[in-house]
């Protein structure tokens, strides 16, 4: 499945897309006498149409495409997506980007190659991790580049940039505020699995490049009881002045009391950048006063009003991925000659790129570098305590 979404119009762009100007238009009329029309020198003959394999043909306008899930157990998440780099298009008025979306719930690979196909010589998405693996050497092979939603780093490199939320930025943040704040003795629940194997990496380095100490950090299994019997083993090595809660927010909240009924009534709780996506993480009592970081929602709030406006339900969190990842192909497209080679090198501007979550960069190891703030949740919201950095 495909679809084309295109813009006619340029103006000002509104949110962070900046202003584009116009340049004015001549014609050119030529000199010398008027020639006159040829009388037709027999019947004239219908011209036959001419058909071709795939999309029509685009000289005006850059060919990009967007892959993620249209069908299937992510179809909401990856429709958001494309309404989000629709919404992009529209609200930056450029007229020179087309975007093409294929569905990767049938094979991200098969959409890759239709993509490629098709002429588009920049890839944004996939979303899920094994997707961007299978679409990873078909796209290097075509020298074309992927800017990818998802936040698996083992996935990054070799042509592919990740722009997801990574868990191990999000707890330095935090722990780095913390420690401005006299907290030097730490402890940690994690889950066991993949996220919370990176969390306890993330960690332990964090804690340590802080010159903090990590008296004990125990895994779980998402069961009943499970988190309950970590908690109690944890408090052999208590007290802590923070205890960080590498999980989304309703095992948080659902933690916190037992760690109170283990002597740890005094330690803050910290979070992670999972916090950010749930949208009751401020109604839960449990949490008041927890700190955790995560990209800025400022400029999201005016985006999700305007994404509810013109698509009539409110977004995924994530979904500001594929806008900004419109963003940063119009920034880049100045240096990006129409029918040419997406400009790779671009992607590596020390500078980095502004979007709705914020500052943002590509590292050495092609992974986006957020410039992430802190929040604490107090009675009933959250209050930003420590405000993003504008810039690198």
Not at 18 to 32: E, H, K, M, N
Not at 196 to 203: L, N, Y
Request: net charge positive; aromatic share 6%.
């Amino acid at each position: 499945m495909q679809r084309r979404i295109g813009i006619r119009r340029l103006g000002q762009a509104s949110l962070v897309a900046g202003a584009i100007v116009l340049s004015g238009c001549q014609t050119v009329v030529p000199r010398g006498p008027v020639p006159r029309p040829r009388a037709p020198t027999g019947p004239s003959q219908p011209q036959q149409p001419v058909f071709e394999q795939g999309i029509p043909k685009d000289t005006a306008r850059h060919r990009v495409a967007l892959l993620v899930p249209l069908s299937g157990s992510n179809a909401g998440v990856g429709q958001s997506l494309a309404n989000a780099t629709q919404l992009a298009l529209l609200d930056s008025r450029n007229e020179s980007v087309r975007i093409t979306t294929y569905d990767t719930a049938p094979g991200a690979a098969a959409a890759a190659q239709r993509a490629l196909a098709d002429g588009n010589q920049l890839i944004l998405g996939p979303l899920l991790a094994d997707d961007v693996r299978a679409v990873a050497p078909i796209a290097k092979q075509a020298h074309v580049p992927v800017v990818s939603y998802s936040n698996d780093t083992t996935a990054a490199g070799n042509g592919v940039y990740l722009m997801g939320y990574v868990p191990a930025q999000s707890i330095a943040r935090v722990v780095e505020y913390a420690k401005a704040h006299g907290v030097t003795s730490f402890g940690g629940l994690v889950p066991n699995g993949v996220y919370g194997e990176r969390a306890s990496t993330a960690f332990l380095r964090a804690v340590e490049s802080a010159g903090g100490r990590v008296g004990s950090l125990q895994t779980y299994d998402r069961v009943t009881g499970s988190m309950s019997a970590a908690i109690t083993r944890m408090a052999k090595s208590a007290p802590y002045q923070a205890v960080l809660i590498a999980d989304g927010g309703n095992a948080a909240a659902a933690g916190v009391p037992v760690l109170r009924r283990n002597g740890m009534g005094g330690a803050r709780i910290i979070g992670t950048e999972l916090w950010n996506s749930d949208s009751t993480i401020a109604g839960k009592v449990a949490l008041n006063g927890a700190w955790f970081a995560s990209v800025s929602d400022g400029l999201y709030r005016q985006y999700a009003a305007k994404y509810r406006a013109r698509f009539g339900s409110a977004p995924f969190r994530l979904s500001s991925l594929g806008y900004d990842s419109v963003l940063l192909t119009i920034r880049i497209m100045r240096d990006w000659p129409i029918g040419t080679a997406f400009p790779e090198d671009k992607l590596r501007d020390r500078g980095g790129f502004a979007g709705i979550d914020g500052a943002f960069r590509f590292g050495r190891d092609s992974v986006a570098e957020r410039a992430l703030e802190v929040q604490e949740i107090r009675s009933g919201t959250t209050v930003t305590v420590s405000p993003a950095p504008t810039g690198f």
